[in-house]
């Protein structure tokens, strides 16, 4: 009967939740039996959570002295352990959540760098080869030294650019030899098979030209180049190529470039026609460089990066010779639906046009210059070789070769950069040169035919003057 009676007094305490009644005083042993166990639990726990998260040994041990300081408290302590525990789970998680947010963000930081990296490798190399050969004229190096800094203004290194003249160096910004046709083909030829398809290579060249009947072609120190000698070093470019020319002649080049396959990399500008001349100017510069470099990229457009196409059109129209003169500018732009820039960015500037008159030099007219003329040494060239020499010292044939100039006529601030076939050499009874007046060489003379004035003393460059009758002349000479 006694055990049946303690049989079920177990089962009515089981039933009744006996954990509930700790929080009477009168079992300080049992509590103190609890706590331990509740303590062990805790300690357990807190193993565990040592396992998952560094951060809860920190509150487990904080908590573990409590328990010991104050005993009184341990009922407490064992719910804010098991709070706690509670809590460092939800840490746990939280710390999870954190570690993928980390990763997302590493993941992001790391596909930004891949593109930086990428936009870094797309940028251009730019390369440039610049010649200005003077043989007889004054301002190619000067022209070769304006598109010198405005490249290295607008991110061309001086390691890529090379830059071709005459023998003396003191002219030039950087002077990498003489400007040979075979300098500056391997110049060239260099940077081509350097440059790729996201690069550009600009080649300007100052000089002067000759040519007819469809071809040209350029005058370099003790030799040529021919439009299709350039059209043949050019075909390997896979780079966008910028080809500014101011020679005489110069023209002759568009149809050879434009008929290459890579023809759509290429833009070419020509200060003229196959049959027309360059121009020396009176702005320090050839006079197509100055319009299209010093008035237009630099001036007009305030140095900003604009196409070549809009540059071209407002220069072209501020000329001083206009379409159908044999003396305009030419275009010749391989790609004209695509705008082809020099450097940067894309900004389009539209200026007013400037109306411009033919400028006229500080030396009055040509009779007033030669005044007191009696005498003409006759200097006939085969272009730069001297073929022939003699002196006319009759009066009237001095009368009649200054009639077939047009003595009455201005003398101009621009020059032709042509190639004499003549030169004549006006002098005084003392035999002092009072200036020399050059006849241009052309493939087709014809009436008005350009030709330069030379003054005498230190002041050689070239002003313009047109020959009025150029079959009495030549009946005269």
Known sequence: MAKVYWVGLIAWVLAAGIPACGDDDDRGNSNSDSDSDSDSDSDSDSDSDSDSDSD?????????????????????????????????DSDTDTDTDTDTDTDTD???????????????????????????????????????????????????LPENIKV???????????HDGVGTPAQIRGALEEFIAKADSDDIISFTTSGHGAGGG?????????????????????????????????????????????????SSNIYLTTTCT?????????????????????????????????DNETCFNAAAASYNYQPPS??????????????????????????????????????GTLAGT??????????????????????????????????????SQPILNLGPRCIFDKVLSFRNDADVEL??????????PRANLPSAFIPSGTDSRRYGIYIKDLASLSQAL
């Open 56 to 88: 809860s040994d920190g509150d487990s041990d904080s908590d573990s002295d409590t328990d010991t300081d104050a005993d009184s408290d341990t009922d407490t302590d064992s719910d804010t352990d098991t709070d706690t525990d509670t809590d460092t």
């Open 435 to 444: 200036g020399k007046v050059g006849i241009c060489w052309s493939p087709k």
């Open 164 to 174: 071709f003249g005459d023998a003396g160096s003191q002219n030039y910004p950087q």
């Open 326 to 363: 044999v003396h305009a500018p030419e275009e010749y732009d391989g790609n004209s639906g695509s705008p082809f820039y020099l450097w940067g960015g894309s900004k389009t500037v539209f200026p007013a046009n400037q109306s411009f008159d033919m400028p006229v030099s500080k030396f």
């Open 214 to 262: 469809g071809s040209s072609y350029l005058n370099y120190s003790g030799g040529n180049m021919y439009d299709t000698e350039l059209a043949d070093i050019l075909k390997d470019a896979v780079s966008r190529v910028f080809v500014f020319i101011d020679h005489c002649f110069s023209g002759g080049f568009g149809p050879d470039l434009m008929g290459l396959p890579n």
């Open 274 to 306: 196959d049959e027309g001349y360059g121009w020396d100017g009176s702005n320090n510069n050839g006079a197509w460089t100055w319009q299209f470099l010093e008035w237009g990229l630099i001036g007009q457009y305030n140095d900003e990066s604009i």
């Open 370 to 407: 030669l005044s007191g003329a009696t005498q003409i040494t006759v200097t006939t060239y085969n272009e730069f070789d001297v073929v022939d020499t003699t002196t006319l010292r009759s009066s009237d044939t001095v009368d009649n070769v200054m009639t077939a100039l047009g003595k």
């Open 106 to 156: 590493t993941d992001t930081d790391t596909d930004t760098d891949t593109d930086t990296d990428t936009d870094t490798n797309a940028d251009e190399t730019k390369y440039a080869v610049i010649v200005g050969v003077n043989n007889g004229l004054s301002l190619c190096d000067e022209d070769a030294t304006d598109w010198y800094n405005y490249f290295t203004d607008h991110g061309y």
